[in-house]
């Protein structure tokens, strides 16, 4: 599980279901933070009024403060101006020192606001840590965690998600699977003489046979698109983990199609992980008012 959460929050039903969803994620002994993010060109549209730009804190931190109370947790508040919202998560995110961001998936909330324009995609790009998307209703039925899902196949970051998902299996008592899709048989990736007489049933039951030999997991495979055979997967379990190469989890979640396109149509809450590990202590210039709330 996760010591150090921060959860995007803007008043709307995505922030809901990212609180509901980071309250299954976090550790017995973990800290929850409400983030509340405004967009700093308002501020510069008024002149960078101190006046409004205090006004827009305390509004801030009395949205955060309300959703606190209704979902009954304890956390910490915080809230910051930024040119973007997601240059803000980011930012904040990482000056918490946080292991996952988590962020709702309602296309009125923040992650539909994350993906409008490139400027907002290019400042969370290197988001410091792993990223949690909560389906849209998520905070009206919120699932315990009975079976724990991992995209599996060989690849190192997939491995990194496999571990993963074994620690929070572990930790919440539920089961834990996973699953390859498999595309393309193998051969055409590596070279070689193409095996004779083999079928897509075959490479399926070789893809099953991989991941039973991993020990305490239950296997699935399928034939088909990566992501829409994922996204079926999805459907079984309570969380699906799985690993990201290259810019950090939002940059994969733009720049990747498996990983974008299970952003929007995955069945369950999804959690994105970097290879690198997360990067600590590090602080950024945005001012930030901090509340905390029993």
């Keep these: 599980m996760f010591k150090q959460i921060v959860v995007g929050v ?20 973990g800290e929850l933070t409400l983030v509340y993010v405004y967009v700093g060109e308002l501020v510069r549209s008024r002149g960078s009024n101190p006046a409004y730009e205090a006004a827009e804190h305390e509004h801030g931190l009395d949205l955060l403060a309300a959703e606190c109370e209704q979902a009954g947790i304890k956390a910490r508040l915080r809230v910051a101006g930024s040119p973007s919202v997601g240059r803000g998560l ?28 490139d400027d907002t995609r290019a400042s969370v790009n290197g988001a410091p840590c792993a990223v949690a998307i909560a389906p849209a209703g998520y905070a009206q039925e919120p699932s315990t965690m009975r079976e724990i899902g991992v995209a599996y196949n060989e690849s190192p970051e997939s491995e990194h998600a496999l571990a993963v998902g074994r620690r929070i299996a572990a930790e919440t008592g539920a089961r834990l699977s996973a699953f390859e899709a498999v595309a393309l048989p193998a051969y055409r ?72 396109q ?33």
């Design 10 to 29: 803007d008043g709307g039903e995505g922030g809901r279901d990212a609180i509901a969803l980071a309250k299954h994620l976090v550790s017995k002994d």
């Design 90 to 117: 980011h930012e904040l995110a990482e000056s918490s020192g946080a292991d996952l961001l988590v962020i709702g998936s309602c296309q009125r909330g923040l992650l539909g606001r994350v993906f409008v324009g």
């Design 189 to 260: 990736f590596l070279g070689g003489p193409e095996p004779v007489d083999e079928s897509v049933e075959q490479f399926v039951e070789l893809a099953r046979e991989r991941i039973a030999r991993l020990g305490g997991v239950e296997p699935h495979a399928a034939y088909g698109d990566p992501a829409e055979e994922l996204a079926l997967y999805s459907a079984s379990v309570d969380l699906l983990v799985i690993g990201s190469r290259g810019y950090g989890p939002i940059g994969r979640l733009v720049h990747g199609s498996t990983s974008q």
């Design 262 to 294: 299970l952003a929007r149509t995955a069945r369950c809450p999804l959690l994105v992980l970097t290879r690198a590990a997360r990067a600590s202590g590090l602080g950024v210039d945005e001012p930030v008012v901090e509340r905390v709330v029993d």
